[in-house]
């Protein structure tokens, strides 16, 4: 469930708070597959699972990208902020992939508000989502997110 504000300003009053966790999510060989389409990366340990078998992980895994780009899935998942006009993504810092996701894994994001302030026109919030594996050690993906939004 998410985390919701009433409105942008609520933001501002939120720095440390953990917004909580997003659902689960299956990551299947067809979303390698079209992630790799859409990209041009067709590289064997992603898309070649005969090859793959015999390779570093033992079976395919998520591009990096990949799991960077659920970031957007997530965070709407986690975070709501109500009476908005819009709200953008602005970018992103300090991302790292500190383990691969072996196709066929589960992973969520879950998230913590680590700045906010108020921008021309709004509010700019910097979440750092940890994107982890279902019984994995290590998160697949920390990003810190920079979105904006405006009453």
Do not use: C
């Given at each position: 469930m998410a985390t919701v504000f009433d409105n942008p300003a609520e933001l501002l009053n939120a720095v440390g708070n953990h917004l909580?966790?997003?659902?689960?999510?299956?990551?299947?060989?067809?979303?390698?597959?079209?992630?790799?389409?859409?990209?041009?990366?067709?590289?064997?340990?992603?898309?070649?699972?005969?090859?793959?078998?015999?390779g570093p992980f033992g079976k395919t895994i998520a591009h990096g990208y990949?799991?960077?780009?659920?970031?957007?899935?997530?965070?709407?998942?986690?975070?709501?902020v109500?009476?908005?006009s819009m709200g953008v993504n602005y970018g992103c810092e300090k991302?790292?992939?500190p383990?691969?996701?072996p196709v066929g894994s589960r992973i969520r994001g879950g998230g913590e508000v680590i700045s906010a302030e108020e921008v021309k026109g709004g509010v700019?919030?910097?979440?750092?989502?940890?994107?982890?594996?279902e019984g994995g050690e290590r998160p697949a993906c920390i990003i810190?997110?920079?979105s904006r939004f405006f009453p």
């Open positions: 909580g966790y997003s659902d689960w999510l299956e990551i299947d060989q067809d979303r390698i597959n079209q992630f790799a389409d859409a990209t041009g990366d067709h590289q064997w340990i992603h898309v070649d699972p005969e090859k793959a078998a015999e990949l799991t960077l780009s659920l970031a957007n899935l997530f965070l709407p998942q986690i975070m709501t109500r009476n908005t991302v790292r992939f383990a691969a996701v700019q919030v910097v979440v750092r989502m940890t994107i982890e594996i810190d997110t920079i």
